[in-house]
């Protein structure tokens, strides 16, 4: 069938893959070279057969390596652009990987997109390196070893996923070649879209220790929302002081799948996790738990394990979850904390956005200076945004299941766990820039509108006294971001 044209024309990288392609040689090049680098390789039972699968090279410690393999035959700018070079605050230029063991990332294409790059044993910086964001390179979507393991099995029922490079690799040179790596970060949204796409099954594998469970956490948030009819997740948690490297060289093969096949399905360690410390024999136990679940369960897609889950807070709780988030039986008056609103769904696009961010990430709520602060509490009771905010600003700890929590049974609930739902894009920075900015924008907009409404009341009902507030108001000031003001136009 003919395609029709997008209209929008797809950027050539053809450079920047053939960049990284010839550096990715050029790092295997110098790992035969580096005796240092391949007893490394050596000690940890990497053998050459998989180093040369996975493309392993290795940045010799030094400060032009590239820049000087690639003079006269690429641009310094292209190679910035690659992320292979970097620049520093004085303006100086060089190598971005140095002294570390180089593990090639690439796409499901088999295309070079970015570097992963891991110091040795006794060496000083970061434990891992990556690329930086770049055209063709983007952390929060790629999956380390993906390639690989589409190359290694002909049907991939199902995934594992861990932390590290090193730990795909020792666990394909162990024969288990469905693992792959979420380059250093928690896995995102994206991240279960694309391990969905080639398999029904996903094993998230972490640390057993405090890190290993929040990352766990984060990674059961961002994956429910993919979790559509067929689709299985399941954690698994490694003894203390072990990661899946150290674990399946010392225990073989037979016993880590064991530990595999032992992994915790996602609705068990759901509720196991909401439930820690909570007393279900009493009512504020149960009516706790159907507050914090809710809101889990809502961003699941209607389906079977939907309905799995809604049955398992039943059966823990009484409390039966509808679509609407209104129970059937159980503690309703427990679980609403301020009434239903009316219209509190009615929000603004700019009220859209700032909660998407602050969502994403309640710590936003910390940078609001006092006086913006002060604005937004005046609006609360008439603004459902400013209350959430103000709430958020008055518990600075609270997290995301605890705020979507607080509003179940709610008109705005709804609204609320679609925002959660959507990825975002934006670095830390940004988005803290952009919620301040956006913060101050509505507390300026909610004054225009009071003055306004006090102009049309004037108009009906004149008084001095209105007048006198009208004008107060019109030569008052708007707070900014930084704390300041700016005057109102």
């Known amino acids: 069938m003919p395609r029709e044209a997008s209209g929008r024309p797809r950027p050539d990288h053809t450079d920047l893959f053939e960049l990284l392609a010839r550096a990715e040689r050029l790092y295997r090049t110098q790992l035969r070279d580096c005796a240092e680098a391949v007893d490394y390789l050596k000690g940890r039972g990497v053998t050459g057969a998989v180093a040369r699968d996975f493309g392993i090279g290795y940045a010799p410690d030094e400060w032009h ?29 060089y190598d971005r990987f140095r002294g570390r063991i180089m593990f090639p990332i690439r796409d499901t294409r088999g295309r070079v997109i970015g570097f992963g790059g891991r110091v040795m044993a006794q060496a000083a910086g970061p434990k891992y390196l990556n690329s930086p964001e770049t055209p063709v390179f983007h952390k929060g979507r790629e999956l380390y070893g993906l390639f690989e393991a589409r190359k290694a099995l002909r049907r991939i029922d199902e995934l594992l996923v861990v932390e590290g490079y090193m730990d795909v690799v020792a666990l394909s040179q162990a024969g288990i070649a469905n693992a792959v790596a979420s380059l250093g970060t928690a896995a995102t949204t994206e991240h279960f879209h694309k391990l969905y796409r080639y398999a029904d099954g996903v094993i998230c594998c972490f640390d057993g220790d405090s890190a290993g469970r929040q990352a766990a956490w984060r990674a ?9 009819e067929g689709r299985q997740l399941k954690f698994m948690f490694l003894p203390d002081g072990e990661d899946p490297d150290s674990l399946v060289r010392k225990e073989g093969k037979g016993p880590f799948l064991q530990r595999v096949q032992a992994a915790s399905p996602a609705i068990e360690y759901l509720f196991a996790r909401l439930a820690e410390n909570l007393d279900l024999r009493q009512l504020d136990g149960q009516a706790k738990l159907a507050s914090l679940a809710l809101p889990y369960i ?46 509190s769904a009615q ?12 969502l994403h990430q309640p710590a936003l709520a910390r940078e609001v200076p006092a006086p913006l602060a002060q604005a937004i509490e005046a609006l609360v009771a008439e603004d459902p945004f400013a209350e959430i905010v103000n709430y958020i600003v008055k518990n600075p700890d609270v997290g995301r299941s605890e705020i ?25 920075e940004a988005m803290t820039q952009e919620f301040l900015e956006g913060l101050a924008q509505h507390v300026e907009l909610a004054a225009q509108r009071g003055r ?36 109102d136009s």
Do not use: C
Request: positive net charge; hydrophobic residues 35%; without cysteine.
């Open 220 to 228: 059961l948030e961002n994956a429910l929302p993919t979790l559509t």
């Open 404 to 428: 979507l929590g607080r509003y179940a049974g709610e008109t705005l609930h709804s609204v609320l766990v679609e925002l959660a739902s959507r990825p975002t894009v934006l670095a830390a």
């Open 298 to 343: 809502e961003r699941v897609p209607g389906g079977i394990l939907k309905q799995l889950m809604a049955n398992r807070l039943e059966s823990l709780t009484g409390f039966t979850a509808t679509t609407t988030a209104q129970p059937r039986s159980g503690p309703r008056a427990s679980i609403q904390t301020a009434g239903q609103r009316a219209g």
């Open 65 to 93: 390596t590239v820049s000087e393999a690639f003079a006269g035959t690429a641009a310094e700018a292209d190679l910035l652009k690659a992320g292979l070079l970097t620049r520093n605050d004085k303006g100086n230029v």
């Open 452 to 487: 306004r409404r006090l102009l049309a009341d004037m108009k009906e009902n004149p008084s001095q006294e209105k007048l006198r507030d009208f004008w107060s108001r019109k030569q008052g000031q708007a707070v900014r971001p930084s704390g300041g003001t700016r005057g």
């Open 347 to 358: 929000l603004s696009d700019l009220s859209r956005r700032l909660l998407h961010y602050v």
